[in-house]
């Protein structure tokens, strides 16, 4: 015999994952800027956001 609950809907963690991949975001920069200088966070940084751009696109086209 087999039961089945209702669907019922999660939480929307989104806002809270946003937030800690900033925190996470400063934290690794900082760490970069202490290691190897502040033009290696200029060059993450610019990496980070052509990378973030282009799975934007490849996203939006399907």
């Known amino acids: ?8 809907s999660v939480q929307d963690y989104t806002n809270a994952f946003l937030l800690w ?8 920069f900082c760490f970069i800027a202490a290691a190897f200088g ?3 966070v200029a060059v993450v940084a610019y990496a ?8 934007g696109r490849r ?3 399907h």
């Open 38 to 40: 502040f033009l290696w």
């Open 59 to 61: 996203i939006s086209r």
């Open 1 to 8: 015999m087999s039961y089945r609950r209702p669907v019922e």
């Open 21 to 28: 991949f900033g925190v996470l975001l400063f934290i690794a």
């Open 48 to 55: 980070l956001n052509a990378t973030f751009r282009w799975i």
